[in-house]
């Protein structure tokens, strides 16, 4: 028998550490009987992992599993307060912040609205600030931050791409500014990519490996998630469909945002309430108010009011918009498919969601008349505010990896400051 390798109880230890936290996390408070059960280990093994987790202060005793036969057994869960992330959702009318805390609690959100020629380093510092303060904490406070803004920031150079309507954001130092602007870790990344984490880890794309994610609000974009990970391509344009060559369509050339010609010219929200005029179907009135907390503007709103009135009547000319938009969505879609194969496809954003089931089944026709394989077409589940869960699952996911992991020997300090309330995301 080889001998033991050097390290290897520590290691040991911290497996079984982790493997206790991810089940108080997916399951909630558990008995040490239950977790020794569902871990396989013993029960001596058992208390010594709460009791080094509960010193470590990343385990709290919640109570007792009282009202079953035979003594009431301590139950343990993970502490909410061990660390914090924030996450933030941009968007050319706002800046919505949240913070979430190590169950992924969202414990506030704090919302900035955008001016015209403002500052970005600002608007965020604001945001982030209004969401803290209103948690009763600091920004030291944060372990990690995530930011989704359209387009990507390109990894070679930091600067952001494919998103020209997004005033503010293209200084060649804004990565450094907010760098130096903020205390602790923050990364950037797509907000399509940041819907498709949220469905990954919440919704209607758990469990699976390789799946598209078709968005359409106040862009039209996909996300790629290939072997379970994001495909975010070199520059981190991997998924801009918007820019796509259609036919009947103009090419988008010398490409800064993909609003004159393309996949998105011919699915994109604005195309609706010209495709309606064509059809006869008559524009909801106020239709260019968007609802309260929305993080779109007027043309969305407009869109999103003339599918959810032909969805709910899919009969006559709102039938026939609803075909033509379901073609125009699986033109571009079929590419996709025919290039990436996925499991499922998961339809997403204000746009597609206002259809309904009457869009999704037309679109699924639509595809399997188009493509050469007709994945499977499911509705998101994240449907509040999935780019804002999608930026705090990504944070959580990196923070928990650090903090519990116990064998390292400067973990950070857990927060120990109280919260000043938990009011819902959604």
């Known amino acids: 028998m080889p001998a033991a390798t050097p390290g290897t109880p520590s290691l040991l230890r911290a497996m079984n550490d982790r493997a206790a936290l991810d089940l108080l996390l997916a399951h909630g408070p558990l008995s040490r009987t239950r977790i020794g059960h569902l871990t396989g280990l013993s029960k001596p093994t058992a208390s010594q992992v709460l009791a080094r987790l509960e010193a470590a202060g990343l385990v709290v005793a919640t109570g007792t599993d009282g009202g079953r036969p035979g003594p009431s057994a301590q139950l343990y869960a993970v502490n909410p307060r061990a660390a914090y992330v924030g996450g ?28 015209g020629g403002a500052d970005a380093v600002h608007q965020v510092a604001e945001a982030l600030d209004g969401a803290v303060e209103a948690a009763g904490l600091h920004r030291s406070d944060l372990h990690r931050v995530v930011v989704a803004t359209p387009g990507a920031f390109d990894p070679q150079t930091g600067r952001l791409r494919y998103a020209g309507h997004l005033p503010g954001w293209h200084s060649p130092t804004l990565l450094d500014d907010l760098a130096a602007a903020l205390p602790m870790p923050v990364a950037y990344d797509n907000d399509v990519n940041l819907a498709a984490v949220a469905e990954q ?3 209607a794309a758990r469990g699976r490996e390789d799946f598209v994610l078709l968005w359409n609000e106040q862009g039209l974009g996909a ?12 520059t981190g344009g991997a998924g801009e469909v918007g820019f796509l060559p259609v036919p009947g369509r103009p090419l988008v050339r010398r490409v800064t945002r993909a609003n004159s010609g393309g996949y998105q010219e011919l699915a994109g929200v604005a195309a609706l309430p010209r495709l309606a005029a064509e059809l006869g179907v008559e524009t909801p009135s106020d ?4 609802p309260p907390g929305a993080p779109y503007g007027p043309a969305v709103a407009a869109a999103v009011a003339l599918l959810a009135r032909a969805a709910a009547a899919p009969e006559g000319a709102h039938l026939r918009f609803l075909q033509e938009y379901a073609t125009a969505l699986a033109t571009g879609l079929a590419s ?3 290039v ?8 997403a954003g204000a746009a597609i969601s206002a259809g309904g089931r009457p869009l999704h089944a037309l679109l699924e026709a639509e595809l399997a008349e188009l493509a050469p394989s007709c994945p499977p077409l499911v509705p998101g589940e994240v449907l509040e505010r999935p780019v804002l869960h999608g930026a705090l699952e990504s944070a959580l996911a990196v923070t928990r990896d650090e903090v519990f992991d116990t064998s390292r020997p400067h973990r950070s300090t857990p927060v120990t400051v109280p919260p000043a309330g938990r009011p819902d995301m959604d």
């Open 336 to 338: 996709l498919v025919a």
């Open 223 to 234: 996300a790629l998630v290939l072997g379970g990970r994001l495909h975010r391509g070199r």
């Open 340 to 347: 990436v194969d996925p499991e499922v496809v998961v339809l």
């Open 287 to 290: 239709t260019t108010a968007s």
């Open 201 to 203: 880890r919440l919704g």
């Open 88 to 115: 933030l959702d941009v968007t050319p009318e706002r800046i919505l912040a949240a913070v979430a805390d190590l169950t992924g609690t969202v414990v506030t959100t704090h919302e900035v609205r955008c001016a």
